[in-house]
């Protein structure tokens, strides 16, 4: 019986197979990707905003800790309040999720058979690389994204993901203004991608081929892929999220307060990657100011990662892409 991570897709589709084939292939694994995405985006909804709040030190909870915001955010905004700026996530999460899986597979198979390099190095190469093509492709809306989810009921800039987007075009240099940021989020990505494809892949690789009736089972849809169990799903997902989010995380907190621009009123220091971890760390120190919010997202990774793969492979088996 074979094994496969749940990181990839299928195996490349010979030269028999029509055109036709391998675009409905192509569909449905952006489809998986795309859905995974979405569920797990969804999960954890409430802890993205209140990450995005501490980390930009909104003026209305920054003297207030991770659970102590998400008490607040309620009373004063509503239960709706934690799910603000969602609708621009999962407009931009679904093409996200899709990139990421399917260039993962993709850059993993050219480093591997192009290139000639193999081994656990591929996984972090190809990590690296396929998040930050999926940065690239969607950043502007994580932009939206970011701004809409830093508004406080009572003191809005926008009314919604249209005026956003209108609104930041005309007053922040056009094409320019949503990509604000760009910078150290791809620095950040490379990264926290690279480690969580590799720590998952590595954790994947090692379990099936030491334990794989203790922690493997038959996919449902191809017997001979042996895939990993759902709670081992979530033990090496979170095991990998913890990690990845551990080294690029300041380069996080900059990339949030460079997105959310002249939202914020120290944003004339925001203006570059350097400048703004000088002045966050110079401003609020390590622990409440380059790590701010790291608690919020440890709780976050176990869940994130977890809906995640788990999503992404009910997808594979319900799609037969294995």
Known sequence: MTSEAVVSTSPAIGSSSTPAKRDYHFIRSFVAGGVAGCCAKCTIAPLDRIKILLQAQNPHYKHLGVFATLRAVPKKEGFLGLYKGNGAM???????GAIQFMAFDKYKKLLSKQIGISGHIHRLVAGSMAGMSAVICTYPLDVIRARLAFQVTGDHRYTGIANAFYTIYLKEGGVLGFYRGLTPTLIGMAPYAGFSFFTFGTLKSLGL???????GRPSSDNPDVLILKTHVNLLCGGVAGAIAQTISYPLDVARRRMQLGTVLPDSEKCVSLSKTLKYVYKEYGVKKG????LSLNYIRCVPSQAVAFTTYEFMKQTLHLN
Do not use: D, Q, T
């Not at 380059?290 to 919010?293: D, E, F, I, K, W």
């Open 290 to 293: 380059l790590y701010r919010g």
């Open 90 to 96: 999962m407009v931009r999460i679904f093409p996200y």
């Open 209 to 215: 081929k030491h334990f794989p009736e203790m922690l």
